[in-house]
């Protein structure tokens, strides 16, 4: 496949494959091809090395910020902490920022970070150091800030290092009122928001929900309609991967395998997400589980046994040609950015079968972001103003109709209608609500034209219609 002429410098095509799905979806709109070409593009690109003290001498750390779009402000992603992060994956991860925003109307443009060390290899003081380097840098060149671009955790990063970031832009800004909206996925004891660390997990399994949901698609794939009973194989026990597993079990989902670099397992009947968890956690190994029927030393193996539903919650490039006429599942929902190329996922539509592509599915975790970055801009957590007196109307009207009714509800009945909502209560409902309708969107833009040939075509479709919406509100497009 050609690269795009901004990444032909580059080793990897992950850019060009998003690019590729973007000019797929692009025919079945009607912008002019220059508009396209600003959507598509990657604005800023910001490289930069910076050193570190190790043992007794430096190491040089080689670190990327990328802005793809300024069609809303503040621009929004992630920051990845891998040695295998490079410029065209930072390029591609930005973009996909933009277009995820865009599908479940987060007000953002897309923007991602990427920092190259393996943190396994790194002391704490080493990241800690690293991180607030990263920071220095990224403030230095106005790549970050409350209104400007605004970081969160993504693959090898989490709560520990935002609060460094936090501390850092804080301590550079002060008296600076919105300050800790610079960075979200903060801990919930610095200014963090409940339901964050689940939130992308959650939104996988309600977006697998709502599709499984459909009857009349899953009629077509010879599935029965809802999730209970069904099969599902997970690739990843990282943050994503393990709450994905969790709220599908919850659910009503049997998780009948795991699959981790090292193997993966498998038992038809299912296996116990906090033991398998566990027994990594003390073995260092998902192997050698003894609730497994069979295991894997070839991680890629464990992609193939059957199952409904596949969920790749790890990285990008995971389902490639290679691999997909071996995959059994009907549904693979992607966890992850990226892990299924533009060639396995054409084989998968063709064969009739249905991609919940990344650009929806793993949107939960933007979506609480915004939720945080509003909880700090507006320096009050939700439900403090309304909870109490939400209760004290609800108790009023239970007194009121068990006074003319003559019934009388017992505590359990009671509380659970005067009970006012908390800001986790809060932050799900709205994480729900917006998974289900724009699960809903997309395929109704796919169902209003039977040329749309798939879920991926139809988010993009979504997307670059409402940024496009968004460059001409800005006067730049007529
Ligand atoms: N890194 C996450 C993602 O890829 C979260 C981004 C954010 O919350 O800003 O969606």
Request: include cysteine; glycine fraction near 10%; aromatic fraction near 8%.
């Amino acid at each position: 496949m050609a690269k795009s002429t901004e990444t032909a410098h580059l080793e990897t095509n992950f850019f060009g494959d998003v690019c590729e799905f973007f000019d797929h979806a692009a025919q079945f709109t009607s912008h002019p091809e220059g508009l396209l070409d600003q959507i598509r593009s990657c604005n800023s690109v910001y490289r930069f090395r910076f050193p570190i003290r190790r043992g007794n001498g430096f190491e040089v750390i080689d670190a990327w910020r990328v802005e793809h779009s300024h069609h809303k402000s503040p621009t929004k992603g992630g920051i990845r902490y891998s040695d295998m992060v490079n410029e065209d994956e930072v390029m591609a991860l930005a973009a996909l920022m933009s277009y995820k925003c865009a599908i479940v109307n987060v007000p953002f443009g897309g923007a991602k970070g990427g920092i190259k060390i393996n943190p396994k290899n790194y002391t704490v003081a080493e990241l800690e150091n690293i991180t607030r380097r990263y920071t220095v840098e990224l403030i230095k060149k106005n790549f970050i800030g409350p209104g400007i671009d605004v970081p969160a955790p993504d693959y090898g990063s989490g709560e520990r290092e935002m609060s460094w970031i936090a501390d850092t832009y804080q301590t550079m800004n002060p008296g600076q009122l919105d300050a800790l909206g610079c960075v979200t996925g903060k801990p919930l004891a610095l200014h963090g928001i409940a339901g964050r660390r689940e939130a992308t997990g959650r939104g996988v399994a309600i977006s697998i929900r709502e599709c499984v949901d459909v009857a009349e698609d899953m009629i077509k794939l010879g599935l029965t309609p809802g999730l209970d009973g069904k099969k599902v194989i997970v690739q990843g026990l990282g943050n994503v991967g393990y709450h994905s597993a969790k709220y599908l079990i919850e659910f009503g989902a049997t998780v009948v395998g795991f699959c981790e670099y090292e193997g993966a397992i498998y038992n038809e009947n299912g296996l116990d997400l906090d033991d398998v968890f566990n027994h990594r956690k003390s073995t260092g190994s998902i192997l050698g589980f003894s609730g497994a029927q069979v295991e894997f030393t070839n991680s890629s193996e464990g992609l193939e046994q059957l199952c409904d539903i596949l969920v790749p919650a790890a990285l990008e490039n995971q389902i490639t040609e290679h691999n997909i006429g071996n995959i059994k599942a009907k549904i693979i929902a992607e966890g992850a950015n990226g892990p299924t190329t533009p060639a396995a996922a054409a084989a998968f539509i063709e064969r009739g079968c249905i991609i919940i592509p990344d650009m929806y599915c793993n949107a939960g975790g933007v979506t609480v972001s915004y939720f945080e970055w509003l909880k700090n801009l507006s320096h009050v957590a939700f439900g403090r103003m309304d909870k109490r007196y939400e209760e004290t109307a609800n108790r009023n009207l239970v007194n009121m109709v068990e006074k003319t009714t003559g019934v009388t509800l017992d505590s359990v009945q009671r509380n659970l209608i005067i009970k006012g909502a908390t800001e986790l209560e809060l932050v799900n409902s709205g994480l729900e609500d917006t998974m289900i309708r724009s699960y809903h969107e997309i395929r109704e833009i796919k169902m209003n034209n039977p040329k749309i040939d798939s879920l991926r075509t139809a988010a993009f479709v979504s997307s670059i219609d409402k940024i496009a919406v968004s460059y001409m509100n800005m006067g730049i497009w007529p």
